[in-house]
């Protein structure tokens, strides 16, 4: 049997995110309310109730920089809505800036900071990260299981070329089915792998380090960066599902991003990146009163 997106329509999910990475640490709590789309086919999953639990961010020693990065927070906090069809499929967003301007509101409460803020939006690139997030995390939940047909103790994996603006690049994706979950009955942990290496992968990135140098050079000309020289480099990403397989109604995701690569004469450097999601489906989906 496949793996088959059958969320109950309407449905109702609390959903706590964390985050840990050298560029961002942070807690948050909102509501996923799945309804109908009217008119027409399909669904959409919409964000509500939007909460910082904490920030989670360590406090820099006095006279060193905080290497949390902003633009990073706020991509994390926001979460227009997924626009899905009758099987699951994402197939637009709904509602992107309305999600930033909150994201920017539960963030920042001094008004000058939310217009320092607001500015990022009128950046096209910045809007493409704010769908690329929301789009990967449609992907790690539903996406990437949905219409599978995979076994306990079996894997699947598959090559696929990408395109790179600095160079052709091959993802190696695995899909592992790891069985039923002891601790959640009817759930089962499914994991999917993707990873980037090779002459391929180290070639794009030495060409990526080479034009960040060459702006690092134009500011000061007397930089590190002109000498160094990329060995090695690798990207690993790891999505942990916990699961109900004949819904895919998660109960818990976990993401894990990897970097590692190697400058002749220096040590590896190694960057590690967790994002879990929990979820809560005790609480019933508010009935909302009929239009007239």
């Not at 599978?148 to 790179?164: D, F, I, N, S």
């Not at 794009?204 to 590190?224: G, K, M, Q």
Request: charged share 25%.
């Amino acid at each position: 049997m496949a793996f088959k997106f059958a969320w109950p329509v309407p449905s109702h999910v609390s959903i706590t995110e964390r985050i840990d990475s050298g560029r961002e640490h942070a807690s948050l709590k909102y509501d996923g309310v799945l309804t109908a789309r009217k008119p027409g086919p399909g669904s959409e999953l919409r964000f509500e109730n939007l909460q910082q639990l904490d920030s989670d961010s360590p406090r820099s020693p006095p006279g060193v920089a905080s290497t949390e990065d902003p633009k990073a927070r706020l991509t994390t906090f926001t979460k227009p809505g997924l626009v899905l069809s009758g099987t699951g499929a994402l197939t637009d967003l709904a509602g992107l800036e309305p999600a930033f301007e909150r994201a920017v509101t539960v963030l920042e409460t001094d008004p000058r900071a939310r217009e320092t803020q607001r500015a990022r939006w009128d950046n096209p690139l910045f809007q493409t990260v704010l769908r690329d997030r929301a789009e990967l995390t449609w992907t790690a939940w539903v996406g990437t299981w949905n219409g599978v047909r995979l076994a306990p103790g079996q894997e699947q994996t598959k090559t696929t070329a990408l395109r790179h603006p600095n160079g052709p690049l091959e993802q190696r994706s695995t899909l592992r089915h790891q069985g039923a979950v002891a601790e959640t009955p009817g759930a089962v942990r499914l994991e999917w792998e993707t990873s980037l290496g090779g002459a391929s992968y180290r070639q794009v990135v030495a060409r990526t380090r080479e034009l960040r140098c060459s702006a690092a050079l134009a500011r000061n000309a007397s930089d590190p960066c002109a000498a160094e020289v990329l060995e090695s480099a690798s990207s690993v990403t790891t999505v942990e599902l916990i699961t109900e397989p004949n819904t895919l109604r998660p109960f818990s995701v976990r993401i894990v991003d990897t970097e590692a690569f190697t400058v002749k004469g220096q040590p590896p450097v190694i960057q590690r990146a967790e994002r879990t999601y929990a979820f809560d489906w005790t609480r019933k989906a508010k009935q909302r009163p009929p239009t007239r």
